[in-house]
């Protein structure tokens, strides 16, 4: 099972820009699986972005065309380029790995990393 670590949020104005990125240990990370989530306070955990390991994407409707996903399998590393934020992204991010073997689900978190969009 991979071990995650985000990095990259922080204090950003509106309009503003961050690139958040996930590292995995190992070397079983392009078999799994991979997307974003986040969590604002009072809210629960929703579905951010996510990635196959074919590179197929998916995006929730509120960061459509402002966000994107992407993953260096190379590296072990999955991205979020996050673009016109709004302090509705304001929230803890957390990057998520999943893969089914042996008809069992291997799911891992990360620790998360806050954004917060504020002027």
């Known amino acids: 099972q991979v071990q995650l670590v985000e990095s990259g949020g922080g204090l950003v104005q509106p309009g503003g820009s961050l690139r958040l990125s996930c590292v995995a240990s190992?070397?079983?990370?392009?078999?799994?699986?991979t997307g974003w989530y986040r969590q604002a306070p009072g809210k629960q955990r929703e579905l951010v972005a996510r990635?196959?390991?074919?590179?197929?994407?998916y995006s929730a409707d509120s960061v459509k065309g402002r966000f994107t996903i992407s993953r260096d399998n190379a590296r072990n590393t999955m991205y979020l380029q996050m673009n016109s934020l709004k302090p509705e992204d304001t929230a803890v991010y957390y990057c998520?790995?999943?893969?089914?073997?042996?008809?069992?689900?291997?799911?891992?978190w990360g620790q998360g990393t806050q954004v917060t969009v504020s002027s």
């Open positions: 998520n790995a999943d893969r089914v073997t042996g008809g069992r689900t291997e799911q891992s």
């Open positions: 190992g070397n079983t990370f392009s078999t799994y699986r």
């Open positions: 990635i196959t390991t074919g590179g197929s994407t």
